[in-house]
């Protein structure tokens, strides 16, 4: 692909991320543009819930595959029962076929053979993220066949997309999660269980529900009437952050990271993420306000709560997969527990804590626990 028209589709697909934040109805379409990049079939955006409950949403061109899957080929999905297990064991966040199938297998068994095959589809490309410590989600894009496997290049593309999507989904997920997307945004803001803020061109917020109303006072205090956060440094991460989303679109190559903000009395700590969105995405969700150019996300905590596993990613500088195990086990929760809750087996725990602690520097569960909370609350 050109590189020029790469660059295009790249920046395209990122403010198509950001604008269905509000608007949970155009992530199908959000979904096409992200394929577009790698000038591919379609992509698709699984997500968990803490319940149990899955869901998924899908590109308009992966509709009839989708159906088929849905209808009886999803029992024999191996490579997305072995990411499962697999993605917990990767050195990074993206997966490929190569990772988690055989060349053999690939060439026997019958999701290949005839389902991918009698669809006209090949290798896929998936991604790890994490809009919220309740919510395990994926995304994945579907390459046609007679193309080459993903290389080292997409995949490090798709690292950067999946970031966006999942600083989108802060906002999106829990709109189409919460059944919310009927609402007009103004009455949807209000049940939400994050403060969510709006900021103008001027790089001013306003809270746009109750919890981000309470948030003032404890994370959060008011200036000239205007809420930034209560201490330094994380004051001018926030406002640079916001400044940086309300000046233009999203760099495409730069990873959004989440901006601990420590608060006082029940709030121990809450943590920011700035959504660059488009006036117009906030307008047709019957929000009038004259001048939006970003929402920013705020999730408190309290003691006890568990971590936002993409937090403790970003922090450490782990891989997802080894963020969630680090996140329980931080908190207190035995390995085989743990186990269970991830959906993997005990083995594999003990296996990623190995690494984490190899790359940490340390050796106990309660030094993780111990490091955790020193890195969040300070």
């Not at 159906?67 to 993605?87: C, P």
């Not at 948030?215 to 640079?240: D, H, K, Q, W, Y």
């Not at 207190?332 to 804590?353: H, N, S």
């Amino acid at each position: 692909m050109d590189e020029r028209l790469f660059d295009r589709r790249l920046a395209e697909a990122v403010a198509a991320i950001y604008s269905a934040a509000p608007v949970p109805s155009s992530w199908p379409n959000t979904l096409q543009a992200i394929a577009d990049v790698f000038d591919d079939f379609g992509a698709i955006m699984l997500y968990q819930r803490g319940d149990g409950s899955s869901a998924s949403i899908v590109s308009p061109s992966m509709a009839p595959a989708q159906a088929a899957y849905a209808d009886e080929w999803w029992r024999q999905d191996v490579r997305f029962l072995r990411a499962i297990e697999r993605g917990y064991l990767a050195a990074g966040d993206m997966l490929t076929d190569r990772h988690v199938v055989t060349d053999a297998e690939i060439s026997t068994l019958p999701f290949y053979t005839e389902f991918l095959a009698n669809q006209n589809l090949a290798w896929f490309a998936g991604a790890n993220i994490s809009p919220d410590p309740h919510l395990v989600a994926g995304l994945s894009i579907q390459r046609v066949r007679g193309r080459p496997a993903f290389s080292a290049a997409e995949l490090s593309t798709l690292g950067w997309l999946s970031r966006h999507v999942e600083n989108s989904l802060r906002l999106g997920a829990r709109l189409f999660a919460a059944e919310l997307t009927n609402l007009a945004l103004e009455e949807a803001l209000t049940r939400l269980d994050v403060g969510v803020f709006l900021a103008d061109a001027s790089g001013s917020m306003s809270p746009a529900n109750q919890i981000a109303s309470q948030l003032i006072g404890s994370a959060l205090v008011l200036s000239n009437g205007r809420p930034m956060a209560r201490f330094e440094p994380e004051r001018t991460l926030l406002r640079e952050a916001v400044a940086a989303a309300v000046a233009g679109p999203a760099d495409p190559r730069h990873a959004p990271r989440p901006i601990v903000i420590h608060g006082v009395g029940e709030t121990k700590y809450a943590v920011a993420y700035v959504l660059p969105v488009a006036a117009a995405g906030i307008h047709s969700f019957g929000l009038e306000l004259a001048d939006v150019r970003a929402l920013v996300i705020v999730r408190r905590a309290g003691r006890g709560d568990p971590i936002d596993p993409s937090l403790v990613r970003d922090i450490l500088n782990l891989t997802l997969g080894e963020s969630r195990v680090a996140a329980l086990v931080g908190a207190g929760i035995p390995p085989k527990a743990a186990a269970e809750r991830l959906g993997i087996t005990e083995e594999t725990v003990r296996t990623v804590l190995k690494r984490v602690f190899a790359k940490t520097g340390i050796s106990r569960q309660g030094d993780l626990a111990a490091l955790l909370t020193r890195l969040v609350l300070g």
